[in-house]
């Protein structure tokens, strides 16, 4: 069965802090996908980032970086010098081939106070 | 401007009163797909469809239909809509699979009282 586990419910930092969102998932297939999805006080609900599971390389993207290990089946997600617009709730999400799921974690709250 | 559009955004109603909610996607997307968010349990996967006239449930199909029978629309039909389906909806497109990235709608908050 294919889960993904986002253990932190919610984080409070403070401006220019780093913070790190937790992604573990657990899934049997050799082939699949990891995606990061934002969802600002407004509601919708934005891509992030996706990544294959042949390609372990970390991503970074301005202040956005990923760290992508499959030794230890985490996708963690990590915000450089954070500010108020990254207060969100962030989503984990985990696909493959071999069964027609998405299956999303329960979500990060992230507040960053000025 | 390519867009998922997704109407209303919101909407009370009561026990019993059937109801549609629209999803359009002006993308040429093949996939498309229904989610809901409930407080402390992610979204999850209501239906979704690979082409038009392919449609299968996710992880949570009771209590719904949908139909496609068009690429660009994939409308989301609660014939008896119960409390428990109060929740935040989203439909979401790709370019060809759930293994894509997704653009999602604006939502509809459904309450039923």
């Known amino acids: 069965a294919q889960k993904v586990t986002q253990a932190q419910t919610e984080i409070s930092v403070v401006e220019k802090e780093d913070v790190t969102l937790d992604c573990v998932y657990e899934?049997?297939?050799?082939?699949?996908?990891l995606f990061w999805y934002k969802q600002p006080p407004s509601g919708e609900l934005v891509f992030l980032i996706r990544r294959n599971s042949f390609d372990e390389q970390n991503e970074i993207s301005g202040r956005y970086s990923w760290n992508f290990q499959k030794s230890t089946s985490s996708f963690n997600f990590t915000i450089t010098a954070s500010q108020v617009v990254d207060s969100a709730v962030y989503f984990c999400a985990l696909s493959s081939y071999n069964t027609d799921k998405l299956i999303f974690g329960t979500g990060t709250r992230l507040q960053v106070f000025p | 401007e390519a867009q998922v559009t997704q109407n209303p955004r919101y909407l009370i109603t009561v026990t019993g009163k059937k109801l549609t909610v629209t999803c359009s996607q002006n993308m040429n997307h093949e996939y498309m797909s229904w989610y809901r968010q409930d407080p402390g349990l992610g979204l999850r996967q209501i239906y979704y469809s690979m082409n038009v006239e392919v449609t299968d449930k996710g992880d949570v199909p009771e209590g719904y239909k949908v139909s496609r029978k068009e690429k660009r629309n994939f409308p989301l039909i609660l014939e008896s809509p119960s409390p428990n389906q109060t929740s935040l909806y989203f439909c979401?497109?790709?370019?060809?699979?759930?293994?894509?990235?997704?653009?999602f709608g604006s939502g509809t908050q459904l309450s039923v009282l």
């Open positions: 899934t049997r297939d050799t082939t699949y996908y």
């Open positions: 979401a497109s790709s370019l060809d699979s759930l293994n894509e990235k997704l653009f």
